[in-house]
């Protein structure tokens, strides 16, 4: 089938913090290059004797297995960090390595295939977590070839931590919270009542003193100024602080400030000083004293990890708190290297596992510096077989059997179809078609999806992650909603970004979010991973399937998950909401 053109959309960002009220991140990386030959080898050599090598040679680790070579990564702030390990292998097999950072494995057995020959050098590249001060970066041989010749690491780590400050979790004196426009991160925005004197107050903590960048995203869909009087701790710092229209309440702007934060709690007040009330407001985000300031102690390391239940798509975890000279912000959980749940709290709920498969997991605890703790122990669960509790294909469709059509015409399933046959039905809380399904490939730029895969390729999607990137095409599943139009306007449901859809092909159910946004006259389209996942061709140039696809989109309140890019809870809640569905209709 041929993939009808793409065109650029409106950017929808809906991005929530994974503890409800602050999310912390990087304000900016610097990257440092530690020379292979300065670190610490055990059974190998310092070597000059092939070409194209960094600095004053290289390492040749002894061919045995365990020989290893370490670095020490120096960072300024706690947080995710890339570490690019240069390296070659001039023979034919793969010399596979344990990457630890820290002492623990972050990448087991991580392959380093032949280069070609020793004068040829290669990159790998990994995303991890790195403590403020000293880390120790090991790269260790797990067959007996040894390791690949080692020329340096490139260590990006991050700087300054950014903190956000949901509008929604603070003090609220004449506004209300409200949800009825798009683009909003958590879970709404703030809109003020139109009097001067109504005010959003923020409490934030800092870990020491010093000079802050408070940055407030807003919208102002009129056409007239919402000024603002920003006080910290009482003082005015920006007087009458002008917010201008953004053209449309769709659309959100920032606008900054800087100020002095005390060590400890502040509070950060936004004051409107005219009738018309001030704008409306998302969150605002700290950088520098409020997002951690010198702080550079880690909590302590959570305890008592254990599994406290199974499904068959799911583990249920707890442990006890940790503690912190500041205080702890939130958890991440680990599933070897990667982190699969960021919760505020001591419980979490790692969703959309297969059944009958056992995982082992530890746990972090970070403080809102982004100082992260060591590793806690580490416990293992088995999900149970899937016998019973999951919605079945069979059961979804049996309640769509008949279409109250509710957008004003029908869509067409291409650009070059003859007519257009697909209407957008109606039920007690969803909305659906039955339409083929085109590869949606945009986004991120990956092996799967770029210029040269895709003809149509886009590098932006409608929605955006939480931290405010594009979305993955090959790796993570949504669904193509049609632009608003007289035909229809999905706002009018609201659906929007990340809201739950349940996509039914052949007996099978994927659980995907609203990602992105197409033309206004063709239905029936979803990502790489949605197609792949379904067991249909995800090839953007040749894939998809003319036919037979069903989309259920889940419409009414909590219907959106917290993370767009976090399938497991489009899982956990698209199981919650067809469950509802089959009860309802």
């Known amino acids: 089938m041929r993939r009808a053109p793409r065109f650029a959309s409106a950017l929808l960002t809906l991005s929530v913090a994974a503890a409800g009220l602050f999310v912390t991140g990087s304000a900016s990386a610097a990257t440092t290059r530690l020379e292979a030959e300065n670190a610490t080898i055990s059974q190998g050599v310092v070597e000059s004797n092939h070409l194209n090598f ?14 290893y070579t370490e670095w020490t990564v120096n960072s300024s702030f706690a947080g995710s960090a890339t570490l690019a390990f240069r390296y070659a292998n001039g023979t034919t097999i793969d010399r596979p390595a344990d990457i630890a950072v ?28 790195l403590n403020a001060g000293a880390n120790k970066v090991r790269i260790t041989s797990t067959s007996v070839n040894g390791n690949p010749n ?50 959003i107050q923020w409490t934030v903590n800092a870990a020491a003193a010093g000079s802050s960048t408070i940055t407030f995203r807003y919208a102002n869909g009129t056409t007239v100024n919402r000024p603002m009087d920003i006080a910290v701790n ?29 060590a400890g709690a502040n509070t950060i007040r936004a004051t409107a000083t005219t009738a018309n009330g001030g704008p409306n407001v998302d969150k605002i985000d700290v950088t520098g004293g409020g997002g951690g300031g010198g702080d550079t102690q880690a909590p302590t390391v959570p305890g008592g990890l254990q599994v406290t239940g199974t499904t068959s798509s799911s583990i249920s975890l707890s442990w006890s708190a940790s503690t912190d000279n500041v205080g702890v912000t939130g958890y991440r959980v680990y599933e070897g290297g990667t982190v699969v749940a960021s919760p505020s709290g001591t419980t979490a709920t790692i969703s959309g596992l297969s059944a009958s498969t056992s995982h082992t997991y530890n746990v972090t605890a970070v403080d809102a510096a982004g100082n992260e703790s060591g590793h806690s122990s580490s416990v293992t669960g088995t999900t149970t077989s899937g016998s019973g509790g999951t919605v079945t294909a069979d059961q979804l469709l049996a309640k769509i059997t008949t279409c109250q059509q509710i957008s004003n015409g029908k869509y067409k ?26 590869i949606d490939c945009d986004g991120v730029r990956t092996t799967q999806c770029n210029e040269n895969t895709d003809c149509c390729y886009q590098n932006d999607t409608a929605c955006h992650t939480s931290g405010g990137s594009p979305l993955n095409a090959a790796t993570l599943p949504y669904v193509v ?89 489009a899982v956990t809640l698209g199981n919650q909401l067809a469950q509802q569905f089959i009860n309802n209709n």
Do not use: R
């Open 54 to 67: 960094s600095g004053t040679g290289f390492v040749n680790g002894d061919n045995v297995t365990g020989s």
């Open 102 to 129: 820290n002492g623990t494995v972050v990448a087991a057995n991580q392959s380093f295939n032949s280069t070609t020959n020793w004068d040829t050098w290669a990159t790998y590249t990994l995303t991890t977590n």
């Open 150 to 199: 080692l020329d340096y690491i490139d260590a990006t780590t991050p700087d300054a931590p950014v903190t956000a400050y949901q509008a929604e979790d603070a003090t609220l004196s004449q506004a209300g919270v409200f949800s009825n426009h798009l683009g909003f991160t958590g879970t709404g925005f703030v809109d003020y009542t139109n009097v001067a004197g109504s005010y």
């Open 234 to 262: 009482g003082t005015v710092v920006s007087a009458n602080k002008a917010f201008n229209s953004t053209t449309n309440w769709d659309t959100w702007a920032t606008s900054s400030v800087t100020a002095n934060l005390n």
């Open 413 to 438: 399933t291409d650009s070059d179809s003859g007519s257009a046959t697909v209407p957008v039905c109606n039920k007690t809380g969803a909305v659906y078609w039955q339409a083929d399904m085109d």
């Open 481 to 569: 909603v049609p632009s608003s139009s007289s035909i229809w306007n999905y706002t009018t449901k609201g659906i929007g970004c990340g809201t739950v859809i349940a996509v039914i092909y052949n007996g099978k159910v994927e659980y995907a979010v609203m990602g992105d946004t197409g033309p206004t006259g063709i239905i029936g389209e979803a990502s790489y991973k949605t197609a792949s996942d379904l067991g249909i061709n995800p090839d953007p140039s040749n894939g998809g399937t003319d036919s037979g696809v069903t989309y259920i989109v889940f419409t009414g309140s909590g219907t959106k998950v917290a993370q767009e890019e976090n399938h497991s809870q």
